[in-house]
């Protein structure tokens, strides 16, 4: 089944008290032809989320999605390009290439406390 872009702009919304108002919201989508724009919304809330601005004191900034549409916010955003997140392998393999070795010195007084000496 389709989904409308307005279905994929709420589901990113993120849940919050002000999270509300879905029919306004879905009205002024229409009005406003957002449909158009919809990759670039949902990618720009999906970025927000990631922000300090919008994590900060629990998402005590995070606007109201209504407010986010009237205000056009997305408009004329930079959104930098999201990195995908590692898989745990990926970064496991990451902290082990920043390892730095244990120095021979050391290595060689574990050694010897391990034996006893």
Same mark, same amino acid.
């Given at each position: 089944m389709f989904e409308s872009g307005f279905d994929r702009f709420w589901a990113a919304w993120? @849940?919050?008290?002000? @999270?509300g108002g879905k029919a306004a919201c879905l009205a002024k989508w229409a009005k406003t032809y957002c449909e158009t724009q919809a990759d670039q919304i949902v990618k720009h809330v999906e970025w927000m989320k990631t922000t300090e601005q919008w994590r900060k004191d629990n998402g005590a900034f995070i606007p109201a999605p209504l407010v986010y549409l009237n205000q056009a916010r997305w408009d004329g955003a930079e959104?930098?390009?999201m990195k995908k997140p590692l898989t745990m392998e990926e970064e496991y393999q990451r902290r082990i290439a920043n390892t730095v070795p244990m120095p021979a010195h050391i290595r060689e007084k574990l050694a010897q406390i391990r034996r006893g000496s």
């Amino acid at each position: 089944m389709f989904e409308s872009g307005f279905d994929r702009f709420w589901a990113a919304w993120p @849940k919050h008290p002000r @999270k509300g108002g879905k029919a306004a919201c879905l009205a002024k989508w229409a009005k406003t032809y957002c449909e158009t724009q919809a990759d670039q919304i949902v990618k720009h809330v999906e970025w927000m989320k990631t922000t300090e601005q919008w994590r900060k004191d629990n998402g005590a900034f995070i606007p109201a999605p209504l407010v986010y549409l009237n205000q056009a916010r997305w408009d004329g955003a930079e959104i930098p390009e999201m990195k995908k997140p590692l898989t745990m392998e990926e970064e496991y393999q990451r902290r082990i290439a920043n390892t730095v070795p244990m120095p021979a010195h050391i290595r060689e007084k574990l050694a010897q406390i391990r034996r006893g000496s």
